[in-house]
């Protein structure tokens, strides 16, 4: 099977000197629109085909909660970035949807290392259709992409695992961790509220590798497996703070910090249990 195409990037470019978008974003709102425009470039980047569709409420809540700031002045800055042709106009103003075309067109030349066509802008009018689809003349390939789109609609109705496909605002990790959700015996798997989860805990524990820790209770789940009663996210809840709290202490001779990477899986597990609840 081939591997899927991935239309994300790891980095983009942060030039040293900046234009009048930057300049008028200071000015207006110092720090604070420094912050957010690099931010929303960085989630540009990482997001599926490079455009964010703000109609979706998870969507739009992560946008405010990476930025630090309020859902209404995210939407004061986006207006004003659509006002200097830093965004698309159109598509902010009719779809709320966010696209930069200098920031893919720097993506140029990783696309020509994939050999792989750049993501194209999405076209007006398509959010009533219900899809976001690209501008331009369809390509054998695209028609496939269509074809596969209109199977996984059928599906949809007997499988709950295809709106985190669909969803463009998805990112690669976000999917895999869904995935692994998804996949644990007796976990009532949600794609609206897991997605909405997953993002809080993004924020709430920025130091955590979310997607190996869950990796990790997935694992201890084995031995302990859930119960009509239990609370799994609770559980992933309180195992993320218990890693915090397991890197911040003291090793066990208190020369520093305890290297997680070096203990035995029973003693990560030993350690975990006592925390994470039934």
Known sequence: MARPTKNTVEYFPHFCQHGQTMFILEQRWGNDGYAFWFKLLEMLGSTENHFIDLRNIATKEFLSAKTHLETELCNEMLDLLADLDAIDPDLWREEKVVWCDKLVSNFDGV????????????GLGSRKQGLLKVSGEKTPQSKVKESKVKESRVEESRDASSPEHEDPSVTVSEREILSILKGVKGYTYCFSKDLEFLRKIVVDFPQVDIQEEIKKWETWLFDHPLKKT????SQIRNWLKNAVRFSENKGRNGNGPVDRRKLSFEDYMRESLDHAPE
């Open 111 to 122: 696309y020509k290392k994939r050999r792989t066509d750049l993501p194209e802008k999405p």
């Open 230 to 233: 239990s609370n799994p996210r």
